[in-house]
T-cell receptor
Framework: DGGITQSPKYLFRKEGQNVTLSCEQNLNHDAMYWYRQDPGQGLRLIYY???????QKGDIAEGYSVSREKKESFPLTVTSAQKNPTAFYLC????????????FGDGTRLSIL | GESVGLHLPTLSVQEGDNSIINCAYS??????FIWYKQESGKGPQFIIDIRSNMDKRQGQRVTVLLNKTVKHLSLQIAATQPGDSAVYFCAETSRATDSWGKLQFGAGTQVVVTP
């Protein structure tokens, strides 16, 4: 089945540590996105990528970094500069050339140790 | 719906009744709208979408209505079932180049279906 796979499902970060969240899709989608969701709130865009080797900052990019070396993969690194990283992180993807809904993975929940 | 702090607006619906979930948007350039359903601990699941050249679209047990004059979107669920209990989000985007594909999400509405 085609879909978006996020791993791990749960992740714990120590002070001063960088952690990387994985997102892989086999939908042949061009564009990929990372969102952050805090309790009781909507999704906020961290980074997005429309094509391989290119990405743009979203609304809350500070303290995060991404790469897009392959079409199917868009990993997110939460750096030590992100002072409040505890949240639910969601990855999404979509076709670029027409209005299509974004499809989401099942998220990674990041907590501070 | 709009959220207030950490408390999502909640819609309590009796099983078998129809549900109506509302969403207001602010960007008059938005031309594509989506409704998502999110169950606890999972990612949002696509329900239905509508483009700005339409004012109504129907799916299986769901209908989306778009009123561009007042920038209002609604999702109607017919014969609500216990499995419909979830948080529902509206999202909007514009085909303008500088905001392509960037969805703006509402804060969500919690739907609770009671027997």
């Amino acid at each position: 089945d085609g879909g978006i796979t996020q791993s791990p499902k749960y992740l714990f970060r120590k002070e001063g540590q960088n952690v990387t969240l994985s997102c892989e899709q086999n939908l042949n989608h061009d564009a990929m996105y990372w969102y952050r969701q805090d309790p009781g709130q909507g999704l906020r865009l961290i980074y997005y990528s429309q094509i391989v080797n290119d990405f743009q900052k979203g609304d809350i990019a500070e303290g995060y970094s991404v790469s897009r070396e392959k079409k199917e993969s868009f990993p997110l690194t939460v750096t030590s500069a992100q002072k409040n990283p505890t949240a639910f992180y969601l990855c999404a993807s979509t076709h670029r050339d027409r209005n299509q809904p974004q499809h989401f993975g099942d998220g990674t929940r990041l907590s501070i140790l | 719906g709009e959220s207030v702090g950490l408390h999502l607006p909640t819609l309590s619906v009796q099983e078998g009744d129809n549900s109506i979930i509302n969403c207001a948007y602010s960007n008059s350039a938005s031309d594509y709208f989506i409704w998502y359903k999110q169950e606890s601990g999972k990612g949002p699941q696509f329900i239905i979408d509508i483009r700005s050249n339409m004012d109504k679209r129907q799916g299986q047990r769901v209908t989306v209505l778009l009123n561009k004059t007042v920038k209002h979107l609604s999702l109607q669920i017919a014969a609500t079932q216990p499995g419909d209990s979830a948080v529902y989000f509206c999202a909007e985007t514009s085909r303008a180049t500088d905001s392509w594909g960037k969805l703006q999400f509402g804060a969500g509405t919690q739907v609770v279906v009671t027997p």
